[in-house]
């Protein structure tokens, strides 16, 4: 049963990202506007988190401060962040999940120390091995979940197989859809292409989670087709992928733009179409669509892009408030504890061709 929102309280590290304190403090404003029904808690220093707040108001029944002097920097690697981020404003948003006084945690910082300070507090759900950082993608039939997008450059079938359940009950979080369609990311559609890792997965998919709508393989292309809704490959793969695909929309409304202004003509015409060049702008905008979920953690921990601006900032918050009123995670654990029952094991590819060689 979905949770009423505006008992939801949602822990945003204010000091993690490129753009400061303001940028988040704008965001929080933002979404609110927009009809954020949460209450925040803005955790960092207390001076930078005031005096942002002197440039931006924010509603004092709906926001509280929780002051936490260090800082993690985005060039800090995971080990020091666990040995020296205890007073920090990440270790302190992650905490009050860990506390039950929130229900989720934003947050624009360092990936690395993040996951791994998340995973330290807040541990993983019995049975996923890795926590995976997923993405929204913008598709023809609206969105599509692909996981993993940066968190795990090497992973096992298992990991795979984890990451697409987890996948699932995301997508269906999001849109209410009840058998989401999986594929794993392939260079190509038929079950002989492939590395041995992705072939083994797929095995290990068909067999030990019969209830998911799995559709096999999928290629690159298929991410935005609207064919598929959740997309599982591993973070190496994945986070290129997300790059690759930021990138090339930036390219394309550089493109639109510098076609439309390039004469008068074409600014007129530009004038007139007004209304749908701005909805098209919108859905090519990376920011509407930002915020990465860790999913596979004992907690909602929504991953903000580090040089979020205050409109990503605010699409992160509003997809943090959409999970922590669903019960997404107890749906990964009931389902990951199931698969286990259910799992056989399955010979590696070397072994079917020494089996086959035999048998002949």
Same mark, same amino acid.
């Given at each position: 049963?979905?949770?009423?929102?505006?008992?939801?309280?949602?822990?945003?590290?204010?000091?993690?990202g490129d753009n400061g304190p303001?940028?988040?403090?704008?965001?929080?404003?933002?979404?609110?506007?927009?009809?954020?029904?949460?209450?925040?808690?803005?955790?960092?220093?207390?001076?930078?988190?005031?005096?942002?707040?002197?440039?931006?108001?924010?509603?004092?029944?709906?926001?509280?401060?929780?002051?936490?002097?260090?800082?993690?920097a985005m060039d800090d690697k995971?080990?020091?962040?666990?040995?020296?981020?205890?007073?920090?404003?990440?270790?302190?948003?992650?905490?009050?999940?860990?506390?039950?006084?929130?229900?989720?945690?934003?947050?624009?910082?360092?990936?690395?120390?993040?996951?791994?300070?998340?995973?330290?507090?807040?541990?993983?759900?019995?049975?996923?091995?890795?926590?995976?950082?997923?993405?929204?993608?913008?598709?023809?039939?609206?969105?599509?979940?692909?996981?993993?997008?940066?968190?795990?450059?090497?992973?096992?079938?298992?990991?795979?197989?984890?990451?697409?359940?987890? #996948?699932? =009950?995301?997508?269906?979080?999001?849109? !209410?859809?009840?058998?989401?369609?999986?594929? $794993?990311?392939? &260079?190509? /559609?038929?079950?002989?292409?492939?590395?041995?890792?992705?072939?083994?997965?797929?095995?290990?998919?068909?067999?030990?989670?019969?209830?998911?709508?799995?559709?096999?393989?999928?290629?690159?292309?298929?991410?935005?087709?609207?064919?598929?809704?959740?997309?599982?490959?591993?973070?190496?793969?994945?986070n290129i992928a997300l790059k690759?695909?930021?990138?090339?929309?930036?390219?394309?409304?550089?493109?639109?733009?510098?076609?439309?202004?390039?004469?008068?003509?074409?600014?007129?015409?530009?004038?007139?179409?007004?209304?749908?060049?701005?909805?098209?702008?919108?859905?090519?905008?990376?920011?509407?669509?930002?915020?990465?979920?860790?999913?596979?953690?004992?907690?909602?921990?929504?991953?903000?892009?580090?040089?979020?601006?205050?409109? #990503?900032? =605010?699409?992160?918050?509003?997809?943090? !408030?959409?999970?922590?009123?669903?019960?997404? $995670?107890?749906? &990964?654990? /009931?389902?990951?504890?199931?698969?286990?029952?259910?799992?056989?094991?399955?010979?590696?590819?070397?072994?079917?061709?020494?089996?086959?060689?035999?048998?002949?």
């Amino acid at each position: 049963m979905a949770l009423d929102r505006s008992t939801l309280t949602l822990a945003v590290d204010v000091m993690g990202g490129d753009n400061g304190p303001q940028a988040v403090i704008d965001g929080c404003r933002l979404a609110l506007d927009d009809g954020l029904q949460s209450k925040l808690v803005l955790v960092g220093q207390e001076s930078a988190i005031a005096e942002a707040r002197s440039r931006t108001s924010l509603p004092d029944d709906r926001v509280s401060v929780i002051h936490a002097e260090g800082v993690v920097a985005m060039d800090d690697k995971p080990a020091k962040a666990l040995r020296r981020a205890k007073d920090s404003s990440m270790w302190a948003a992650i905490d009050q999940v860990k506390e039950g006084a929130a229900n989720g945690i934003v947050s624009c910082g360092n990936t690395g120390a993040l996951m791994a300070i998340a995973r330290m507090r807040l541990k993983m759900i019995e049975g996923v091995d890795r926590p995976a950082a997923s993405a929204l993608w913008p598709s023809m039939s609206g969105k599509a979940v692909v996981l993993d997008v940066g968190a795990n450059v090497d992973v096992t079938a298992d990991q795979l197989v984890q990451f697409a359940i987890m #996948g699932e =009950a995301f997508f269906r979080a999001m849109t !209410e859809k009840e058998k989401p369609r999986v594929g $794993l990311l392939n &260079i190509g /559609e038929e079950d002989l292409k492939g590395n041995a890792l992705i072939k083994h997965a797929a095995k290990v998919l068909r067999e030990a989670d019969p209830e998911m709508d799995f559709i096999g393989f999928v290629e690159g292309n298929d991410i935005s087709s609207g064919e598929v809704d959740v997309v599982v490959t591993d973070g190496f793969t994945g986070n290129i992928a997300l790059k690759t695909a930021e990138g090339t929309a930036r390219l394309l409304g550089g493109w639109v733009k510098e076609a439309l202004t390039a004469n008068l003509m074409s600014k007129m015409g530009a004038a007139l179409m007004m209304p749908s060049l701005k909805k098209l702008k919108d859905r090519m905008d990376p920011a509407s669509v930002n915020g990465a979920p860790l999913l596979g953690l004992n907690g909602l921990v929504v991953k903000s892009h580090g040089g979020s601006e205050p409109e #990503g900032i =605010a699409s992160a918050l509003e997809l943090a !408030e959409e999970l922590a009123a669903h019960p997404f $995670l107890d749906q &990964i654990k /009931e389902t990951i504890a199931d698969v286990a029952d259910r799992a056989v094991e399955l010979p590696t590819d070397d072994e079917e061709t020494a089996s086959a060689a035999a048998a002949e």
